[in-house]
């Protein structure tokens, strides 16, 4: 079996996904490296979801190979589960227990003991700043609330890799900002980040920036790097949305 090299969490090699004749994924490789925030910008309906999909075990590639966290994903899906948090793009919360009975069944579905599972209660809570919130059910949480429960959920049993999929849709300007704060701080502490998103904006935020298009990985670099390699003798500072309509416009990649 090849060994994934020890800088890197994530390692793709032409990924493929097909959903009958229809490509979703069409032959994307690209890796991560440990302690890097990820960025993957693009439409809806560009391919972020379902290459995240597949990388975190859910979904089988049609084609292709990747390894997380040195684990094989077609071989080694269940065991990666317990390395990895997931955020998806839809709050994968119950709605009708409240947000310590959300915690508290996420510590349990990771086998945390019981001990254990206090403590990363009780710090998710005080984390997401939810404690005078903790008995009140997750339906009636406002957005950036869910937003901040989802996440504590998915850091319940301190993976090394999080998965976010477009993790800051539908919510307001300051709930995104405490969002990202609180990716800086898990990166600095050594977790590998990869963030699904479309807004352009927040790809600034990332140490690398992965844009796809119609299934395919068209760019990749820093942000300060895909403005250069786009726009090389420009005089004023582009913007990543400047970027993304130059790309999609020459329907190529640089």
Partial sequence: MEV???????????????????????????????????????????????????????????????????????????QIKFRIGYMSQKFSL???MSVQENLEFFAAIYRLPKAR????????????QLGDRRKALTRDLPGGFRQRLALSCSLMH?????????????????????FWDTIYKLAHGGTTVLVTTHFLEESEFCDRVGMILDGKLVAIGSPRRLKEDVFPHNTHEPTMEDVFVELVHRGRSV
């Fill in 158 to 178: 301190e993976p090394e890799i999080l998965f976010l999929d477009e993790p800051t849709s539908g919510v307001d300007p300051v709930a995104r900002r405490h």
């Fill in 94 to 96: 119950y709605e009708d």
């Fill in 117 to 128: 599972a206090k403590e990363r209660v009780q710090w998710a809570i005080e984390e997401s």
């Fill in 4 to 78: 994934t090299p020890p800088h890197l969490a994530i390692e793709a090699h032409d990924l493929v996904r097909r959903f009958g004749s229809f490509v979703a994924v069409d032959h994307v490789t690209f890796s991560v490296a440990k302690g890097e925030v990820f960025g993957f910008l693009g439409p809806n309906g560009s391919g972020k979801s379902t290459t995240i999909r597949m990388l975190t075990g859910i979904l089988a590639p049609s084609s292709g190979k990747a390894r997380v966290a040195g684990l094989e994903v077609a071989t080694q899906s269940r």
